[in-house]
């Protein structure tokens, strides 16, 4: 029976007979290619004719030993990694086009190639004479790594199978292509087929392989997310490019905690880890000012403390803007709402902007309160104590909720200097950690304690 072909959107990854100029599913244009059909493969008949290898069972009692980890001795990105490079291990890592991924990758290699590790950094995108010209800047040519520029997936296995090295970074993985797929580099069959060869080599030789990917404009990596299941831990590298301030955040690690993040500060002489986050990204903080909040969250397994600024400006448009920078859009639309009905406080006909100082992006709900105390702040031009911080999750009934790890975010603020803080009611005692602790029971009684009974 003939092959159909199938048609894939690159955008929103739908699934087509036909091709077609729009995507009938996200809307955008031009984003439909042809997938190369897969082999139906051998029938059930010799499947049950041919026997396999016997499988080792185990039971949930089993104790497999931990893997065993390599150290690069930049503390930043062995705690995003879950402790240290595990061997087999595939990893993806994707970021902005600028953002620096191939600065710290280049500097991860080095880092590794100096603790003895046999290190193949191959580059699809840039000349070896240009990533060695990076490397002088950096100061890393005397680092052993060794360097191939390539692109043809069949010449880079072939070498490494040689070389048998212990870690290969792989910059990009949609620059990569495979002579036996009729489709151009980049594309959905080409990407997904070169991170499965290249999966299948790192579990089969026990060589750690981080391969680059590039990002769509909504910021998720381009090609298909079955790219993302296949890999053991996939890791994004966020910043403005505004800012010197550079995130390496874990969304998925098998082998460790996901939502550990990096915190790194971009140089002349690149990357530099930043061992504090908190105490950077309050750095140039000075007299209270209205809208101005320090949130006391958690990334990852680490208290990290940011700041929340917030304008509140009379709107010279029919309808009045919302502008959000490194948190949800969705989120702040839903703390109006709450502000207004159950606080009667009303933003109606007021501009909004709101932004998290240092480029930081914060997802965790616990931010809900210190977005609020930002907003009625900037509203009422009355600013809130330097030495306070904030947290806690708001309802839509107006109550404030209890967040995790509350202990560990008053001890990071007391560590910086800060001397009270705002939360919803929990057992746990601010004097523990040397704070003045004000529990609130609801978002109306926040804004009346706070900014005077309205």
């Given at each position: 029976?003939?092959?159909s072909?199938?048609?894939v959107?690159?955008n929103c ?5 036909k ?8 809307g ?6 042809e ?16 026997r396999?290898?016997?499988l ?49 990758l ?7 190639a100096?603790?003895?590790l ?33 692109t ?15 870690l ?13 797929i ?7 069959s ?7 060869e ?10 750690a ?19 993302e299941?296949m ?18 955040r ?16 971009m ?5 530099a880890e ?7 990204f ?8 209205p809208?101005?909040?320090?949130f ?5 397994t ?33 703390i ?5 009905s ?20 914060i997802?965790?709900?616990?931010a809900?309160?210190?977005v609020?105390?930002?907003l ?9 104590p ?5 947290f ?8 404030l909720?209890p ?5 560990n ?9 800060f ?29 009346n304690?706070?900014?005077?009974d309205?």
């Open positions: 029976m003939a092959k072909n199938v048609f959107c690159t990854k739908a699934s087509f007979s091709w077609a100029g729009q995507c009938e599913n996200c955008e244009w031009n984003t439909i290619v997938e190369q059909p897969l082999s139906t493969g051998p029938s059930k008949k010799s499947l049950g004719a041919e396999g290898r016997a080792n069972l185990g039971n949930l009692s089993s104790v497999d030993a931990p893997p065993p980890r390599t150290e690069s001795g930049v503390a930043e990105l062995d705690r995003v990694f879950g402790g240290g490079l595990v061997d087999a291990s595939a990893i993806l890592v994707g970021g902005d086009p600028g953002i620096g991924k191939s600065t710290l280049l500097q991860a290699a080095a880092r590794f100096r603790n003895g046999n290190v193949i950094y191959i580059s699809g995108e840039e000349a070896s004479a240009q990533v060695r010209m990076r490397a002088r800047r950096l100061g890393l040519e005397e680092s052993p790594v060794q360097l191939a520029s390539a043809n997936l069949r010449d880079i296995l072939t070498t490494l199978e040689d070389a048998k090295p212990d290969v970074i792989i910059d990009s993985i949609q620059t990569m292509w495979i002579d036996t009729d489709a151009t580099p980049g594309s959905v080409q990407v997904r087929s070169c991170a499965h290249l999966t299948t080599f790192a579990k089969r030789n026990g060589v392989v981080i391969m680059v990917g590039h990002v769509t404009k909504d910021g998720q990596i381009a090609g298909p997310r079955v790219v299941h890999v053991d831990t996939v890791l994004y590298f966020e910043g403005e490019r505004g800012h010197q301030f550079r995130i390496l874990a969304v998925k690690n098998r082998f460790g905690p996901a939502d550990e993040i990096g915190v790194f500060e140089t002349g002489r690149g990357l930043v061992k504090n986050p908190s105490a950077l309050l750095s140039e903080r000075g007299e209270p000012t809208g101005s909040v320090v006391a969250g958690i990334e990852g680490r208290p990290v403390l940011c700041e929340f600024q917030a304008l509140v400006a009379p709107s010279p448009h029919s309808q009045a803007r919302r502008t959000v920078v490194g948190w949800d859009g969705g989120r702040l639309a839903m109006l709402a709450v502000l207004e159950r606080c009667g406080v009303p933003f109606t006909g007021l501009d909004v902007y709101l932004n998290v100082a240092g480029g930081m992006r997802s965790e709900p616990a809900d309160l210190a609020a105390a930002a009625v702040s900037a509203r009422e031009d009355s600013a809130l330097a030495d306070c911080v904030v806690g999750e708001i309802s839509l009934s107006g109550a909720r967040v995790s790890q509350a202990e975010r008053l001890k990071e603020a007391s560590k910086l200097g001397t009270s803080a705002i939360t919803p009611q929990t057992k746990k005692k601010g004097a523990d950690a040397g704070l003045t602790l004000k529990s609130m029971s609801d978002l109306v009684n926040f804004v304690e706070t900014f005077g309205r």
